[in-house]
């Protein structure tokens, strides 16, 4: 027994910060958490959770168009009531909420409401209480950044955007990254007038080009209104709504803006500044393999550590740490390979491993296919949509380096394309496995001729 009166002290129940808990303390750590907001983290009360109800929402309105071509015909047309889904995702939070409360004390984790600061290398305090561990754990996650410009505090960030009063006929968001597209597609479904603006050419930066390039197209046709190379030089209130200015001379009046301008690590008033504990370039906590910071005894882990902004990550990351410092077993560095993420933009996009730009750089040559067509659902229900499917190659080794999709329930799919691509699967071993038909994944191991290289 150690002369602390815990053997780790978690900032933070997020998804990292609980299971980092959890699992300590079923390897025999005495262990406790504070935390000053809500259990589950971003992801499930601001974040992946809501977002995909939401999502799901709004995919309902195509599928009431859809339904015609297939003989489905709805005696009067259909209405959207944002207070029941508003309504509704407050209770599906608060039971998930309930299920984090009761799996912490299932493993003996005492759970501390409110904000930790940390005092020095092995004590934090809490709501008056001083407290001290032989390891503190920092897990507390990201929070919505916005930029200055005049009218800033009109807007509305990703926090607040699933609880507004109001259902907003026009809609405004600013931001080119993933939360952003999310969010447009989402209220363009939902039925709002939406415009997303962003200061670059091209939006989701760092993902595919033809990818993002396609995406593009698919939420122009479907009424997202894209402004790009611009900016939001000033937002004032008038009568019945905002107007906003952008920078390269628009107006648009709507009823909100959203600002999905990007995180940043939730580090204030935590006290690290006192202990001189060492930043990335881009403001994140420093951590070594073993997630401990400039000051060994101080961990960081998930978001807050500058890795992929992604649950699964963190869920990763908290079960590494354990093992590292608290299991007397030995293990390997965590792989950051080959992690696959979906966008839940309409239609959604799944990717995994290497893009064709950043395959042509570390690969040198490669062979790209890809395939763009109308999903056979849609040869009846009227609609243009279309999906994109691609595999990129190594072609030395015939290795699938990566994988790509837009369309309807690309995560899903992606979602078994990447135990392929993350075992280092060959294309001849894509080409040598049978398709399930008819289904649009079945794309994936039929495509024979490459489209380049």
């Known amino acids: 027994m150690s002369d602390f009166d815990y053997d780790l002290f978690v900032i933070g129940a997020g998804s990292g910060g609980v299971r980092a808990a959890r699992t300590a303390a079923t390897n025999g750590a005495r262990v406790a958490v504070a935390e000053n907001r809500y259990l589950g983290g971003t992801c499930v009360n601001v974040g992946c959770v809501p977002k995909k109800l939401y999502s799901y929402a709004a995919h309902f309105h195509e599928a009431f168009e859809d339904a ?17 889904l508003r309504d509704n995702k407050v209770g599906e939070i608060k039971r998930l909420n309930d299920i984090y409360g009761r799996l912490l004390d299932t493993a003996g984790v005492r759970l501390i409401n409110g904000r930790a600061r940390v005092l020095d290398p092995h004590h934090v305090s809490v709501n008056d209480e001083t407290i001290s561990a032989e390891k503190i754990l920092v897990a507390v996650g990201g929070w919505p950044w916005v930029p200055d410009f005049p009218g800033k505090e ?9 609880d507004l009063e109001t259902f907003p006929e026009r809609f405004l968001v600013l931001g080119g990254g993933y939360i952003a597209v999310e969010f447009a597609s989402i209220f363009n479904g939902l039925g709002s007038d939406t415009h997303l603006v962003y200061r670059g050419e ?21 009424g997202v209104r894209l402004h790009f190379e611009a900016n939001i030089a000033s937002i004032e209130k008038v009568e019945g709504g905002l107007r906003v200015n ?20 939730h580090l204030e ?7 001189d504990i060492a930043l990335t370039d881009s403001g994140h906590l420093s951590v070594n393999e073993r997630f401990e910071t400039s000051v060994p005894s101080i961990l960081a882990l998930g978001d807050v550590s500058g890795g992929p902004e992604l649950t699964p990550v963190a869920l990763a990351e908290a079960m590494q ?6 299991e007397d077993t030995e293990t390997s560095p965590l792989d950051y390979r080959n992690i696959p993420t979906a966008v839940f933009c309409h239609p959604n996009i799944g990717t995994v491993g290497l893009s064709e730009e950043q395959a042509r750089a570390s690969c040198g040559e490669i062979r790209v296919y890809a395939a763009e067509f109308r999903p056979m659902k849609h040869t009846l229900s009227g609609s243009s949509e279309r999906c994109l499917m691609k595999l990129i190659v190594d072609d030395q080794s015939d290795v699938v380096v990566g994988a790509h999709m837009v369309g309807e329930e690309a995560g899903e799919v992606i979602q078994g394309i990447a135990v392929a691509v993350r075992a280092g699967l060959t294309k001849a071993d894509f080409d040598a496995t049978v398709g399930i038909h008819p289904t649009g994944a079945e794309e994936f191991v039929t495509m024979r001729t490459p489209s380049r290289r």
């Open 68 to 84: 015609g071509g297939f003989g489905w015909h709805l005696p009067e047309a259909p209405r959207f009531e944002w207070s029941t």
């Open 154 to 162: 009109l807007t509305v960030n990703s926090n607040q955007v699933f």
């Open 202 to 222: 091209l939006f989701l930066r760092g993902f595919d080009q033809q990818v993002r390039e396609f995406t593009r197209d698919e939420m122009a046709k479907k």
């Open 246 to 265: 952008l920078t390269n001379g628009e107006q648009l009046e709507v009823d909100a803006v959203l600002a999905a301008t990007g995180r940043r690590p």
């Open 269 to 275: 008033d935590l006290g690290l500044d006192h202990l």
């Open 321 to 326: 740490m354990v093992r590292y410092h608290f």
